[in-house]
């Protein structure tokens, strides 16, 4: 296992490499998250970023191989693979824009002066996707 520089981590979404079958492949992790920063209960859940705030791709589209979701009782990662990633969130046929982030579970929400397209998907939605692993630790 190897952690990566700030630039991959930024840029490609690589937190981590390591080698499986003899193949170098990376992966992203994501903390627990809050519906605010300011908020004390994470949610049952995370977002999925489809446009980054800049307007580039978001990292369901990058360059990882997998992404680990941390869940908040900080013992189990759900590791899950871009492909379906991407076909979760094509699936929901995310058109509706929110305005209000507590509305933003099937809708896409966008923070202020930002070009981002982000929704909140349930951790039991990433857990039922085909090749996720659900790693307890």
């Known amino acids: 296992i190897e952690l990566n520089n700030k630039k991959k981590d930024i840029y490609e ?3 981590i490499q390591f080698i499986h079958d003899g193949q170098v492949r990376s992966c992203d992790v994501k903390s627990p998250k809050r519906l605010r920063h300011s908020d004390g209960e994470y949610l049952n ?5 489809a446009v980054g705030p800049t307007g580039h791709p978001g990292w ?10 941390l869940k908040p009782d900080y013992k ?4 899950a693979t871009l492909e379906d990633l991407q076909h979760l969130w094509e699936s929901k046929n995310i058109t509706n824009r929110t305005y209000m ?3 933003a579970w099937g809708n896409w929400y966008r ?5 981002e397209k982000i929704s909140l998907f349930t951790y039991d939605e990433i857990e039922q996707l085909p090749h996720t692993v659900k790693m307890v630790i």
């Open 45 to 49: 859940g995370t977002w999925l970023e």
């Open 111 to 115: 923070r202020k002066n930002t070009k």
């Open 76 to 79: 189990t990662f759900l590791c």
């Open 60 to 69: 369901i589209y990058g360059k990882e191989d997998f992404v680990a979701f």
């Open 101 to 103: 982030i507590e509305t």
């Open 13 to 15: 979404h690589k937190d």
